[in-house]
């Protein structure tokens, strides 16, 4: 994905040794930006950053992440889905506000919605985000898509089908940049 284009990436700590993947692909690709996903608790925050991530995101609204992430200056990306919680994501101090689940709740007509009385908000879409709305994400005001589970096939990852991987990601990355080119155009 590194090799199509994708210059950033989550490692979630619902993955087994997550913190050691973080480290793994920290030395190993030291361009790509790797941040701590599903982080918590300030504890794991602190294991994530000491393993090179250089950004920590969570489902929802962690105080004591965004704290700790605005005490070590490091992009903190907490979750929301509600007006109210994007407000008091963006008022704690979040560099962006993950909208998470986005497409169950309206998609990119939701991200539309909140850019409205919320313009000055950078918003990710994350949560069902795949080829067919991303594009649409963007138009609507996402500053960032996450995509999960969406942008590789687990059956290509298994295999380590690269030719199928890097065309994927070369999808999603020409589908992100016509987007922001259409926006940039008016």
Not at 39 to 51: E, G, I, N
Not at 141 to 159: D, F, H, N, V
Request: proline fraction near 6%.
């Amino acid at each position: 994905m590194y090799e199509a284009g994708i210059s950033n990436v989550e490692i979630t700590m619902t993955v087994p040794g997550a913190v050691d993947v973080i480290a793994q692909l920290a030395q190993k690709f030291p361009d790509l930006i790797v941040g701590a996903g599903t982080v918590l608790d300030a504890d794991t925050a602190q294991r994530c950053l000491d393993a090179g991530a250089r950004f920590l995101t969570s489902p929802g609204l962690v105080p004591e992440v965004v704290e700790f992430a605005l005490k070590k200056d490091v992009v903190i990306i907490p979750g929301a889905l509600t007006p109210s919680e994007v407000i008091a994501a963006w008022k704690a101090g979040a560099d962006f506000v993950k909208i998470f689940p986005c497409a169950p709740v309206g998609g990119a007509n939701y991200i539309r919605a909140l850019k409205v009385p919320l313009p000055q908000v950078s918003l990710i879409a994350s949560g069902g985000v795949n080829q067919l709305t991303a594009g649409d994400f963007i138009l609507a005001g996402a500053s960032a898509i996450g995509i999960g589970s969406e942008l590789m096939p687990r059956e290509a990852l298994q295999t380590r089908q690269a030719a199928w991987i890097h065309e994927l990601a070369r999808r999603f990355t020409a589908i992100v940049r016509d987007a922001r080119a259409r926006l940039a155009a008016g």
